[in-house]
């Protein structure tokens, strides 16, 4: 297995050169193409206080602005993506997270920063994505041009999510110089530690060499991120576990936390 294909956000109202230049560095070591995306959408029409609605006109300027920016942005794509990497782009005055979502079914992994706006019309909902997009996501740290993906922490758990986000990292486990497998202490009768037995000779396999570490304690986000900065990993793999309540995504406590912290880049898949 291997990244072919590799889609790369470009969110509108962000500088698209650190995240460009993440994605580039990974579609050369995996000898992929490249395919980079953006969206903006209108917003529809809506009451103001003063009981008017944003008419036509208007609609028409922010479309042509939306317009404009997607065009500054696919001429900076263009120009960043060396000619020895086989490159495409896409665009559409949509929902970014649908367009994401949606055109995920052409590549093997998504790209993107760790800036989440507030304006869901301008700006990709990464839960949203990565529970909905059916590809694993890779969202890097801020402002980071390079995931060297040296050393890796893999947050365990016997589920299912936990096992698709290994076998989706396994070209970038291969790759690792050092791989530590941590779990959470939560059972007594000593399954987990089992299951992280068989983890670790599962990736022996897939000659990725690891090692192993239980945690102890509260078991949270904090405490993973933590111990990712004391192993001085440069990326979490993780399932991501959230189900949607009201159209909105509900997130558990440690996905929660890895989708806010934006000081290491994180692999998610669902």
């Not at 291997?2 to 560095?25: E, F, H, M, R, T």
């Not at 990497?85 to 559409?92: L, N």
């Not at 690891?210 to 440069?234: P, W, Y």
Request: glycine residues 8%.
């Amino acid at each position: 297995m291997s990244y072919k294909s590799i889609a790369v956000n470009l969110a509108v109202d962000g500088s698209p050169a650190p995240i460009v230049k993440v994605a580039i560095d990974l579609a050369d070591r995996f000898g992929g193409r490249l395919i980079g995306l953006a969206a903006a959408d209108v917003p529809p029409l809506v009451a103001t206080g003063d009981g008017m609605v944003y008419e036509g006109e208007i609609m028409q300027i922010e479309r042509t602005e939306i317009e404009k920016r997607l065009a500054e942005l696919r001429a900076e794509f263009e120009r960043l993506v060396p000619a020895s990497i086989r490159s495409e782009w896409g665009q559409a005055i949509c929902s970014p997270t649908r367009f994401l979502s949606v055109s995920a079914r052409a590549a093997d992994l998504i790209v993107t920063g760790s800036d989440i706006g507030e304006n869901v019309f301008r700006a990709v909902d990464i839960g949203s994505l990565v529970l909905g997009a059916g590809r694993p996501v890779l969202v890097a740290a801020k402002n980071v041009e390079h995931v060297p993906a040296r050393i890796i922490l893999v947050a365990w758990k016997d589920t299912r999510e936990a096992r698709r986000a290994i076998s989706d990292a396994l070209p970038l486990l291969a790759k690792a110089k050092e791989v530590v497998v941590a779990t959470m202490d939560t059972d007594s009768d000593g399954s987990i530690r089992d299951s992280l037995a068989d983890v670790a000779a599962f990736l022996e396999l897939h000659r990725v060499e690891t090692r192993t570490e239980v945690i102890v304690g509260k078991g949270d986000g904090d405490q993973l991120s933590a111990i990712a900065r004391s192993i001085q990993a440069d990326l979490i793999v993780s399932g991501a576990y959230g189900h949607s309540r009201l159209r909105e995504w509900a997130f558990g406590g440690v996905t929660r936390t890895l989708l806010e912290d934006n000081g290491i880049s994180r692999f998610l898949s669902y």
